[in-house]
């Protein structure tokens, strides 16, 4: 999870509802539109928008860095660069959000605003992590700890920079590194008894237990992380707890338990329609079905799985394609700083030998399907010419079937008139049979021609 750090802040509001805020708000902006005191009220607005409707919210900031621009207040400029920061993250703007962050940063030096740069040095370290740049993230994750430090022992500041250390670590699979900070971030918010994110750290640190598969010590970090969660009504952390603790059950062969957890986590997530979750628990729910022999349960878990991973995949492929985009760009920037105009040709021809890669790609699958559909054609025509062939020779053989039909007729037909005509000669030899029975009453006739 990211850990952004904001610095702005809301005037006490107990007693008021969160629409009576905005209205009291919008009237200081009216009567105060081109200076610092509007400038903080418009920024203060986007707390209560900047979930619900982002893309308002950069309007309204970006109409904050302008007033603040044309007025010269330096902190209104670092505050609003902070915010479209943070905002541009969310929609996968990695190179505005960088630039809006860079911003900030040197505002917030040039105004020796300690705390601000830490949070700007946090944030910064959140868009390398984010664009996989590990190294440069904890440079600035470690510069951000140091301040932090040096700010009377900020403790919340350092428990987040510790954390993200942590993140750091453990998305280079390095384990150890990654225990030792996410114990000393723990350490801290235990001592500053914050409860949520002291869930989130055992949570992490039991989910390094469970990828090396000490199934028991994680089930025992996330039995306390659940606790905690469970105390700050944490959904996300309760769904993250309850899957984890239930893979962790999985892996030692405890199916009802893990079972049970899988259901629990889901719910959780299901609530927050938090996709990650979601998946997990599904993706569980499926294995310990079919580990029980519950088909018709395992392959209804199977297909929601498959459902919430396609939406997780169409998401991430469109952030990775605008991270890509994003990259790409800044990286160019960047270089027309600092390079000759020959090296930026050279991020141009590589750019193009993307396309060229791409459209070869295109080619070769369009060679594929033509091919396919070229094999199929001579297949079908071998089909027509064969089956023609054997109309021909089917023609053929009726022709001399009819042929000998009508010569066994034609024999037939003089046989038939041979006996007729012998009879006839027969016939015309003997006398009639009356006038020998009326000469030779008790007579008969034996004919041996």
Known sequence: MRAFIFLLFLSPCLGFSQQAMIDSLNEVIESHPKD??????????ANFYYMSDPDTTISMVKE??????????????????????????????YFHALKAQEECLTIMRELEIKEGEAATLNNIGILYKELEEYETAKQYF????DMYISLNGDSYGMGVEYNNIADVYRLQEDTANARTYYLKGLTLRREGRDTSEMGNSLSNLGL???????????ISYF???LNYQTIVGHERGMAVAYVNRGLAFYGLEKYQLALTDGKQGLEHAESGYYLNEIYKATDL???????????SKSLHFLEYSLRTNDSLNNDQTRKDLIKLDY????????????????EIIAIEKERNERKLERQS????FGIGIAALMLLLFIVMLSGYNQKKKRNSELREMNTIISDQKLEVEEKNREITDSIHYAKRIQTAILPPKSSIEKCLPNSFILYLP
């Open 36 to 45: 610092s005191v509007g400038v903080d009220a418009t920024l203060m607005i």
């Open 64 to 93: 904050a860095l302008e007033t603040s621009e044309e007025i010269n207040y330096k902190k209104g400029i670092g505050d609003a660069n902070g915010w479209l920061g943070y905002l541009y993250t969310t929609k996968g703007d």
């Open 142 to 145: 470690e510069e951000a700890l």
């Open 208 to 218: 390094l237990e469970l990828m090396s598969e000490d199934y028991t010590t994680a």
């Open 223 to 225: 039995d306390t992380a």
């Open 285 to 295: 729910l499926y294995k310990v079905h079919k580990a029980i022999g519950n088909e």
């Open 327 to 342: 990259q790409v760009e800044y990286e160019k920037r960047h270089l027309e700083d600092s390079l000759a105009s020959a």
């Open 361 to 364: 790609l295109y080619t070769y």
